[in-house]
């Protein structure tokens, strides 16, 4: 089945740790992106990559790291330089036509 | 920075009540377009998109959306809703640029409630 997979689904961290959430897809795309969705805000995008061994800065990265090593893979790391993380974090990837497709998230939550 | 504005954050409506959400962009250029639907408990899937050609797109579930350049809008419609449309509604809209397509720019959502 192809598509977005992200782990873990819910994951709670104590304050000062860095965490890291991963995203595997197999539809062979060549861009990534790492959006945060909070309650009446939206998505917003943390960090993008459109194509293997490089990123950019979307419109909220700080606090935040990546990295592109392989194509299938855009694992997002939640520093604790990061004031506020506790949230809804969508990875997804987009097509040729500019299609973007979200994977089914992961609810990050600091205890 | 290009922004997306949905200025209809809540919207309740009864079963076969026609919808229309609004949704206004602010880039002047050329754009790609989307209606993105979030179910409860459900991740995102794409309703419809417009690149170019006819500005009244239909997608899936009887959700058809319009793209008016000279407004900067692309508003979503159904004519007839159901108690199963209930969920969070995302405009989203991608820049295209002579250095390629940046990433989408969504607006903040409007949660859609069908009462039946």
Known sequence: DGGITQSPKYLF???GQ????????NLNHDAMYWYRQDPGQGLRLIYYSQIVNDFQKGDIAEGYSVSREKKESFPLTVTSAQKNPTAFYLCASRDIENTIYFGEGSWLTVV | AQSVSQHNHHVILSEAASLEL???YSYGGTVNLFWYVQYPGQHLQL???????DPLVKGIKGFEAEFIKSKFSFNLRKPSVQWSDTAEYFCAVGEVMDTGRRALTFGSGTRLQVQP
Not at chain 1, 18 to 25: A, K, M, P
Not at chain 2, 47 to 53: D, P, Q, T, V
């Open chain 2, 22 to 24: 609004g949704c206004n």
């Open chain 2, 47 to 53: 309703l419809l998109k417009y690149f170019s050609g």
């Open chain 1, 18 to 25: 860095n965490v890291t959430l991963s995203c595997e897809q």
């Open chain 1, 13 to 15: 961290r104590k304050e």
